[in-house]
């Protein structure tokens, strides 16, 4: 089973997750972030990897180590269920339109943790949650998930449609990454013999 429970326990928050890549996505989230928790229910239900995901976090200060520790604990967890990654396709890219709206993500389980970002908001915030905080979950997301992830917002006008957009296009890319090639026959899909480093 490719499945993964993280928690992450700090002075400034404390997060528990639990993951079945091979799921329908089915997720219960609970950030204490309305509009994060609305986010990762878009990449479980996308991505059919079921989420369950409960933190709680110092936001009397504001959302940055509530949000980023979300995504170091989620992309650990998804890291930790896929193992060695013998037999996964590796690559994923989606193209994922939204209204006016259009992103695209292109990633690589390489244990290689890097993120292209080339998105912009037009506003500050959308509801209560800064649009600034996306880069940073995506980025802490990226470096404990060890994943080379291109995000490009390619055009679109409302700040929500953008953000959702980005999250979906992640969604089905990681679907398209972990799931098994069969011709692989379980090694794992690099000529060294082994992903990261």
């Known amino acids: 089973m490719r499945e993964a429970n993280v928690e992450r326990k700090t002075k400034e928050t404390s997060v528990k997750v639990s993951v079945k890549l091979d799921g ?13 928790d ?12 079921d989420i369950e995901l409960i933190a709680k976090g110092d936001l009397h200060i504001d959302q940055h180590h509530t949000n980023e520790d979300v995504g170091i604990v989620l992309g650990d967890a998804i890291s930790k269920s896929l193992g060695k990654k013998e037999g996964i396709t590796r690559y994923g890219t989606s193209y994922v339109p939204f209204d006016e ?3 695209r993500v292109s990633l690589d389980f390489s244990g290689r ?3 292209i970002w080339n998105v912009n908001f037009p506003t500050s915030k959308v509801g209560e949650m800064d649009t ?8 802490a997301f990226s470096q ?10 390619l055009y679109g006008k ?4 953008i953000a959702e957009s980005c999250f979906k296009a992640l969604a089905k890319s990681i679907r398209q990454a972990i799931e098994i090639d069969n011709k692989l026959m379980g090694q794992i899909p690099s000529t060294k013999g082994t992903l990261g480093g």
């Open 24 to 36: 329908i996505g089915s997720y219960n989230v609970n950030t204490g972030i309305g509009f994060l």
């Open 38 to 49: 609305h986010m990762i229910e878009q990449l479980s239900r996308h991505s059919l990897i």
């Open 101 to 103: 709206t259009l992103t």
């Open 113 to 115: 943790p890097m993120l």
């Open 132 to 139: 600034e905080l996306f880069k940073e979950w995506f980025q």
């Open 144 to 153: 404990s998930a060890g994943l080379t992830l291109h995000i490009e917002n």
């Open 158 to 161: 409302n700040s929500h449609h």
